[in-house]
């Protein structure tokens, strides 16, 4: 079974700045690509940013200029870092991985949760 392990998330009043990251499996497993998700109470799940594995991101428009995604050189492990954080950045973020060892799939991280206080 496929476990991406989360870390970074936390407490943290607007204005300041929190880093997730997120590792997926190093062997027998091809990343397509790699990115984070959020969902807050009462909304659907959106897209944060993602990363493809030719190294081309997005961003929701919400975060653009904000926030940055990127992976290490190992290319398992992403990165989000988030600055300026808005109370409207509160959420649980998902690591999400699309790939697989014989074919392509997405995996999910169970979450974590960032608050941002007014």
């Known amino acids: 079974q496929v476990q991406l392990v989360e870390s970074g998330g936390g407490f943290v009043q607007a204005g300041g700045s929190l880093r997730l990251s997120c590792t997926a499996p190093r062997t027998n497993f091809r990343i397509d690509a790699m990115a984070w998700y959020r969902q807050s109470p009462g909304k659907h799940r959106e897209l944060v940013a993602q990363?493809?594995?030719?190294?081309?991101?997005n961003y929701g428009d919400s975060v653009k200029g904000r926030f940055t995604i990127s992976r290490d050189d190992a290319g398992n492990t992403v990165f989000l870092q988030m600055n300026s954080l808005k109370s409207e950045d509160s959420a649980i973020y998902y690591c999400?991985?699309?790939?697989?060892?014989?074919?392509?799939?997405?995996?999910w991280g169970q979450g974590t949760q960032v608050t941002v206080s007014s």
């Open positions: 990363v493809t594995s030719g190294g081309t991101s």
């Open positions: 999400n991985v699309r790939g697989g060892r014989f074919y392509s799939r997405d995996y």
